[in-house]
């Protein structure tokens, strides 16, 4: 059955995304200008929605949209640009001002109130595998975000430029990306390579949280927690002066159930020269595949007090890590088919990258679970996709936790 969408009346408001794009600078000389660069970038917005994804089709749908819905997207003429103007533009255009632009506009929306929990901000690297197959030359391939948990907001993205193999790249963008983002109020969570002392110093010293895996990449730290946690056998160890344990058991999407147990302790606290940890912990999951049982084990820090974060919280702030994997990546290059783009010149890569972030922050922050669906919805009613973007943001339609949001699609 097909899906219906609610289309409010489509006036562009003060603090809409389309007003906050003419901040962005554009690199054109003002004598060649035709189309203003805050129209082409709200008609990128707006397709893209609208299930419209590269530069081709977007310049397509602009073509098709009536003289009202193209005024209201800034071509008071009633003509749009072609594709080539679009690609030569983003070509042109400094992603990082854009990138700014989107940072300032969506991140007041995401700040908790006083007495909420602190919210979940994952970083973690994606790579743009269409553009592999091109000159390294040309624009980035990969790119750092940071990703809001429970809003599914980009809350900051970063190229990654550096020609350094993939871990050692991320690395140094990271305090980049970090600089971007407002911390009091957030915890950074992440794998085990941002499990750096100048990150978390950085994060802290903006005041911020931090929850983070710890492996063998910081051996010390690691075998500290390791020998807390699970002595080797025959090592005469006394007993967790602090010992805070949480299970679930998940059986969602059919799956067989997968137990996971959280253990925290304030035991290393006074020991560990590692700045602002306030806690250590072990993750333990069990699982079955091909009903062979499965086993792992994961040890972390995290800044957060046992007053602040129970065992539960968490581990439910771990768990809500994997959202930039399944709300962030796993969109964009599946659902907004970034994995098949071809584009590759200049700043385009990174430009359309920020519009296909800009569209995904825009749906999650008005409540869409189901996003293909409502791409689909989209694209047979415009004047839904343009309200989004010409509209102002509203209080987020979704605040409970990440975990409980069914389906990627």
Same mark, same amino acid.
């Given at each position: 059955m097909q899906s219906t969408v609610s289309v409010p009346a489509v006036v562009v408001s003060p603090p809409s995304l389309a007003a906050a794009l003419a901040d962005v600078p554009d690199p054109r000389r003002a004598a060649s200008v035709r189309y203003s660069l805050a129209a082409i970038l709200t008609l990128a917005v707006s397709a893209i929605p609208a299930n419209h994804r590269s530069v081709l089709a977007i310049a397509a749908w602009g073509a098709r949209q009536s003289p009202d819905q193209l005024r209201t997207l800034g071509f008071a003429d009633g003509r749009t640009p072609r594709q080539s103007t679009i690609q030569r533009l983003f070509c042109k255009l400094d992603g990082a001002a854009l990138a700014q632009t989107l940072t300032?506009?969506?991140?007041?929306?995401?700040?908790?109130?006083?007495?909420?929990?602190?919210?979940?901000?994952?970083?973690?690297?994606?790579?743009? $595998?269409?553009?592999?197959?091109?000159?390294?030359?040309?624009?980035?391939?990969?790119?750092?975000?940071?990703?809001?948990?429970?809003?599914?907001?980009?809350?900051?993205?970063?190229?990654?430029?550096?020609?350094?193999?993939?871990?050692?790249?991320?690395?140094?963008?990271?305090?980049?990306?970090?600089?971007?983002?407002?911390?009091?109020?957030?915890?950074?969570?992440?794998?085990?390579?941002?499990?750096?002392?100048?990150?978390?110093?950085?994060?802290?010293?903006?005041?911020?949280?931090?929850?983070?895996?710890?492996?063998?990449?910081?051996?010390?730290?690691?075998?500290?927690?390791?020998?807390?946690?699970?002595?080797?056998?025959?090592?005469?160890?006394?007993?967790?002066?602090?010992?805070?344990?949480? $299970?679930?058991?998940?059986?969602?999407?059919?799956?067989?159930?997968?137990?996971?147990?959280?253990?925290?302790?304030?035991?290393?606290?006074?020991?560990?020269?590692?700045?602002?940890?306030?806690?250590?912990? $072990?993750?333990?999951?069990?699982?079955?595949?091909?009903?062979?049982?499965?086993?792992?084990?994961?040890?972390?820090?995290?800044s957060l007090s046992p007053e602040r974060s129970a065992p539960d919280r968490l581990l439910a702030r771990k768990r809500g890590h994997w959202a930039i994997e399944h709300r962030l990546h796993w969109r964009k290059d599946v659902t907004f088919g970034e994995d098949a783009s071809l584009i590759h010149a200049g700043q385009g890569p990174t430009v359309m990258a920020l519009l296909r972030d800009a569209a995904i922050s825009l749906l999650h922050h008005h409540g869409v679970r189901q996003v293909a669906a409502r791409l689909r919805a989209h694209s047979q009613q415009p004047d839904a996709a343009i309200a989004l973007v010409v509209g102002p943001l509203v209080a987020h339609a979704y605040s409970g936790s990440p975990m409980s949001w069914a389906g990627i699609g």
């Open positions: 300032q506009w969506f991140a007041p929306g995401a700040k908790p109130g006083k007495d909420a929990a602190p919210q979940g901000v994952a970083i973690d690297g994606k790579a743009q $595998r269409g553009r592999l197959q091109f000159p390294t030359d040309g624009g980035p391939v990969h790119a750092l975000s940071a990703f809001c948990h429970d809003q599914g907001i980009v809350l900051a993205h970063e190229p990654v430029t550096s020609t350094a193999d993939k871990t050692e790249a991320e690395l140094t963008v990271a305090p980049t990306l970090l600089a971007r983002v407002d911390w009091p109020g957030r915890v950074l969570t992440g794998d085990a390579l941002f499990c750096q002392r100048t990150l978390c110093q950085q994060v802290r010293a903006a005041g911020g949280d931090d929850l983070l895996l710890v492996k063998e990449n910081q051996p010390a730290l690691y075998q500290d927690i390791q020998l807390l946690f699970d002595p080797p056998a025959g090592i005469a160890w006394r007993p967790l002066t602090d010992r805070r344990t949480t $299970r679930t058991i998940d059986t969602g999407h059919g799956r067989r159930p997968e137990i996971r147990e959280l253990t925290a302790s304030t035991d290393l606290t006074a020991y560990l020269q590692w700045p602002g940890v306030a806690q250590v912990f $072990r993750i333990k999951r069990t699982w079955r595949v091909h009903g062979q049982p499965k086993r792992a084990r994961h040890y972390g820090i995290t």
